[in-house]
C-alpha cells in the first residue's frame, strides 16, 4: 500500500472539512505524512482486546484512535453527543458512510483477539452494532473483576514464609492489576490494605 493511498484513507475526512477563515483548506503533504504516522504509531500501542482484563484501557485507546480518524462518530453509542445518528437500516446510508463505517469495522476486527472477534465479526452488521456488542459483554465482566480485585487486595495476607520484600512485591502487582481494570483506590485505602496484611513479627 503506498504512502499516499494511506495518508488519503486516514486523513481524507480532515481535508474534507471546511476550514475556519483565514486558516490553510487544506494540510501539505509532509503534514499530512507526519500526521499518519502518529495515527498509526499510536495505534499499534493499543494491545488487542482480550478480555475483561485489559477492557478499560482497550476502549480508552479505541476511542482515541477512532477520534484521530474522525471515526468515532460511528462507533460512539447511541444517545452520545458524538454519534452520528445514522440510524439502523444501512441500505439508507449514503456509499461514503458505508464505506466509512466499513472501516471502523476493520480496525475492531484488527484490535480484538480471535475468541473476542467471535462476539461480533459475523453476527454485528455495523461497527457500532459490534462496539455495543463488546462493551456489554466486556464492560459488565469488567466490574466483577473489578469487585474481586478489591476484595483480594483489601484482604491480602502475608505469608507465613515470606519476607516483607516479596509481600511488597505481591501487593504492588494486585495494586497494579486493580489499576488496570480501571479502578482507582485512593491512596489512604491503599495504605490501609498494606498494613492490614502486615503481621506484628513484620512491622
Known amino acids: 500500500m503506498s504512502t499516499n493511498f494511506d495518508v488519503q484513507l486516514v486523513m ?17 503533504t509532509a503534514e499530512l505524512k507526519s500526521l499518519y504516522d502518529t495515527i498509526n504509531a ?29 471515526l468515532w462518530g460511528y462507533v460512539a453509542p447511541k444517545g452520545d453527543a458524538t454519534t452520528n445518528n445514522l440510524g439502523d437500516n444501512v441500505e439508507l446510508w449514503s456509499m461514503r458512510d458505508k464505506l466509512r463505517d466499513a472501516e471502523a469495522f476493520s480496525i475492531l476486527l484488527m484490535k480484538t483477539t480471535e475468541p473476542v472477534k467471535a462476539h461480533f465479526k459475523t453476527k454485528c452488521k455495523t461497527a457500532r452494532e459490534a462496539m455495543d456488542t463488546l462493551v456489554r459483554i466486556y464492560k459488565k465482566t469488567n466490574l466483577l473483576d473489578q469487585a474481586r480485585l478489591l476484595r483480594e487486595i483489601e484482604n491480602i495476607e502475608s505469608k507465613s514464609f515470606e519476607d516483607i520484600e516479596t509481600y511488597i512485591n505481591r501487593f504492588e502487582k494486585l495494586l497494579e492489576k486493580v489499576r488496570q481494570s480501571g479502578y482507582e483506590m485512593d491512596e489512604k485505602n491503599v495504605v490501609i490494605s498494606f498494613m492490614k496484611g502486615i503481621p506484628i513479627h513484620m512491622e
Do not use: C, H, V
Not at 45 to 63: H, Q, R, V
Open 42 to 70: 499510536f495505534s499499534k500501542s493499543i494491545e488487542k482486546l482480550s478480555g475483561s482484563e485489559n477492557f478499560t484501557a482497550w476502549y480508552d485507546g479505541m476511542k482515541r484512535l477512532y477520534g484521530m480518524k474522525n
Open 12 to 28: 481524507g475526512p480532515l481535508n474534507s472539512r471546511e476550514a475556519p477563515a483565514g486558516a490553510k483548506e487544506e494540510l501539505s
